[in-house]
């Protein structure tokens, strides 16, 4: 609207909220994702190297971050997406049959990790704004505190970390 710029308009207010992505953890649901694809806090996690499987992960990974660890929503909502964006990239670049999904907490830290047969390396690239790719790198580079790659003799873990805060 002419004249109105810098001004909240009507239609923008809320939008944002009402499709941003919840982490509320819905208790029936929680116990069958873990029983049904284990607990990636305590073992790797193998799933199948389909787009699928990053709805999987998504769960595995919220379950574990506000139930089992009991951190923050914000935390919840910043790992459910980067393990999105690392199993996208196990599902589409590796050629893999499947990946593995593990999580470790230390004190002040958490850890999470995508491990695939694949010695191919991600790479961190400039993103243009019209480009409808090739973000997933960069979100992890913005949202965690430190991410890498380790390789392996057979494949590499594709890895981020985040700080959170401990409870007294």
């Known amino acids: 609207m002419a004249g109105l710029e810098g001004t909240e308009q009507p ?3 809320g939008s944002a909220a009402a499709a941003r992505w919840s982490p ?3 208790d029936e649901q929680v116990p069958d994702v873990l029983e049904l694809y284990g607990n990636p806090a305590e073992e790797d996690v193998r799933l199948p190297s389909r787009p699928e499987s990053a709805w999987v992960a998504r769960r595995l990974t ?3 971050v506000l139930r089992q660890w009991g951190l923050g929503p914000q935390i919840a909502e910043h790992a459910v997406l980067l393990v999105s964006e690392l ?6 670049h590796t050629g893999a049959r499947s990946f593995a999904l593990r999580m470790h907490r230390r004190r002040g830290w958490i850890r999470i990790e995508v491990r695939d047969p694949s010695r191919g390396l991600p790479c961190l690239m400039p993103v243009g ?3 409808i790719s090739g ?5 992890v580079d913005k949202l965690s505190d430190r991410w890498g790659v380790d390789l392996a003799p057979r494949g590499k873990t594709t890895w981020f970390e985040m700080r959170v805060a401990d409870r007294a």
């Open 24 to 26: 509320a953890v819905d």
């Open 62 to 64: 919220q379950s574990v």
């Open 129 to 131: 704004e019209l480009d």
């Open 87 to 92: 199993v996208g990239n196990a599902v589409r």
């Open 11 to 13: 239609w923008q207010r």
């Open 135 to 139: 973000r997933g790198l960069m979100l």
